[in-house]
């Protein structure tokens, strides 16, 4: 009993909680800081296309549909996600504050797990959207409707909060007796838990859960839902028919191969073989950044209904606009 309770006491004074981490950042490369300006110019055109894109599904009503409904969660997903991102990665490097807090830290890969698990689902939840539309026409407005839409995006908020709590949460449960420095850009899951002194296998079957649950599943459904359009299309007997169901489809096989092909490539490429720090770093912080900035201008260029609610909504501005002015032209005219 005395060497159980001894065995006990120096378990609990060899857990080490540290106060903070040191974010490593680049190893040995000059110039870093006009990447990270580069990163703030990506930022603010991330935030002012998201935003135009957010203002413009809410000021045109014919945007009010199922549809846009989950362009307009994409887009509010990714203003959060680059938010989470880069102006913390700014302040870190840029203004030398690589340490962050315990909890901080922890936050942060709670919030951009979720933020990049979000962006993901949602561009499954725009698949079956087109996978209704041009598979069951008829039927679409019964099976998509803003309800069922708005259900499914609760669904998937729910299920990640509760999964990201499990993952971040057990993190708590490991000591860190070593290094406190974290090779990356941000703190990140997976260096975080190579520091750990103690068994770490729970947290990595959680990060392996996290990883197919974000980047193997959604993907892979969005390619089924696509082989099932494509059997549809290729029954459609007229050409013209059949380009316009593929247009409807263009932008969102955009968005899908430039949020996913970046990432899946990483991963697996960090899995086979060894990647040197700063390659990882560039990649996963190009990754988790360009697509956001993407997407709002592939959506509003590409897509009609937006173009058409953008050239409205400027039509209604000049009205507007003369409206204000013409007692002026006509006092003129009273003189």
């Given at each position: 009993?005395t060497?159980?309770?001894?065995?006990?006491a120096i378990?609990?004074?060899?857990f080490?909680?540290?106060?903070?981490?040191?974010i490593?950042?680049?190893?040995?490369?000059?110039?870093?800081?006009?990447?990270?300006?580069?990163?703030?110019?990506?930022?603010v055109?991330?935030?002012?296309?998201?935003?135009?894109?957010?203002?413009?599904?809410?000021?045109?009503?014919?945007?009010?549909?199922?549809?846009?409904?989950i362009?307009?969660?994409?887009?509010?997903?990714?203003?959060?996600?680059?938010?989470?991102?880069?102006?913390?990665?700014?302040?870190?490097?840029?203004f030398?504050?690589r340490?962050?807090?315990?909890?901080?830290?922890?936050?942060?890969?709670?919030?951009?797990?979720?933020?990049?698990?979000?962006?993901?689902?949602?561009?499954?939840?725009?698949?079956?959207?087109?996978?209704?539309?041009?598979?069951?026409?008829?039927?679409?407005?019964?099976?998509?409707?803003?309800?069922?839409?708005?259900?499914?995006?609760?669904?998937?908020?729910?299920?990640?909060?509760?999964?990201?709590?499990?993952?971040?949460?057990?993190i708590n449960?490991?000591?860190?007796?070593?290094?406190?420095?974290?090779?990356?850009?941000?703190?990140?899951?997976?260096?975080?838990?190579?520091?750990?002194?103690?068994?770490r296998?729970?947290?990595?079957?959680?990060a392996?859960?996290?990883?197919?649950?974000?980047?193997?599943i959604?993907?892979?459904?969005?390619?089924?839902?696509y082989?099932?359009?494509?059997?549809?299309?290729?029954?459609?007997a007229?050409?013209?028919?059949?380009?316009?169901?593929?247009?409807?489809?263009?932008?969102?096989?955009?968005?899908?191969?430039?949020?996913?092909?970046?990432?899946?490539?990483?991963?697996?490429?960090?899995?086979?073989?060894?990647?040197?720090?700063?390659?990882?770093?560039?990649?996963?912080?190009?990754?988790?950044?360009?697509?956001?900035?993407?997407?709002?201008?592939?959506?509003?260029?590409?897509?009609?209904?937006v173009?058409?609610?953008?050239?409205?909504?400027?039509?209604?501005?000049?009205?507007?606009?003369?409206?204000?002015?013409?007692?002026?032209?006509?006092?003129?005219?009273?003189?």
């Open positions: 009993r060497a159980l309770l001894n065995s006990r378990m609990n004074v060899t080490v909680r540290p106060e903070k981490f040191y490593s950042g680049f190893y040995n490369i000059p110039y870093t800081q006009y990447f990270y300006i580069f990163l703030c110019l990506v930022y055109m991330t935030v002012i296309g998201n935003v135009f894109l957010l203002s413009v599904i809410c000021l045109v009503r014919t945007l009010h549909s199922p549809k846009f409904m362009v307009f969660h994409l887009a509010l997903t990714d203003l959060c996600g680059s938010t989470t991102i880069i102006p913390k990665l700014l302040d870190t490097f840029l030398d504050r340490y962050i807090l315990y909890e901080a830290c922890l936050s942060y890969i709670f919030f951009a797990f979720f933020f990049t698990g979000l962006q993901s689902w949602t561009l499954l939840c725009m698949a079956y959207d087109r996978f209704v539309a041009i598979c069951f026409p008829l039927r679409y407005h019964s099976i998509v409707s803003k309800r069922s839409v708005a259900v499914i995006l609760l669904v998937i908020w729910l299920i990640l909060i509760i999964l990201l709590s499990l993952t971040v949460g057990n449960r490991l000591s860190f007796c070593g290094s406190l420095v974290i090779q990356s850009f941000h703190c990140d899951h997976g260096p975080l838990i190579s520091l750990s002194c103690n068994d296998s729970f947290n990595k079957i959680m392996y859960v996290a990883l197919i649950l974000f980047m193997c959604p993907p892979i459904l969005i390619v089924i839902t082989f099932f359009i494509s059997i549809a299309l290729s029954r459609i007229s050409k013209v028919e059949r380009l316009r169901a593929l247009k409807t489809c263009s932008s969102h096989i955009i968005l899908v191969a430039t949020f996913f092909l970046p990432l899946v490539a990483t991963n697996i490429a960090s899995v086979v073989t060894y990647l040197h720090p700063n390659i990882r770093i560039i990649n996963s912080c190009l990754t988790h950044t360009i697509p956001s900035l993407l997407n709002p201008i592939i959506y509003s260029l590409k897509t009609e209904e173009l058409s609610a953008i050239k409205k909504l400027g039509k209604t501005a000049r009205v507007s606009a003369l409206t204000e002015l013409q007692p002026w032209s006509g006092a003129p005219k009273a003189l």
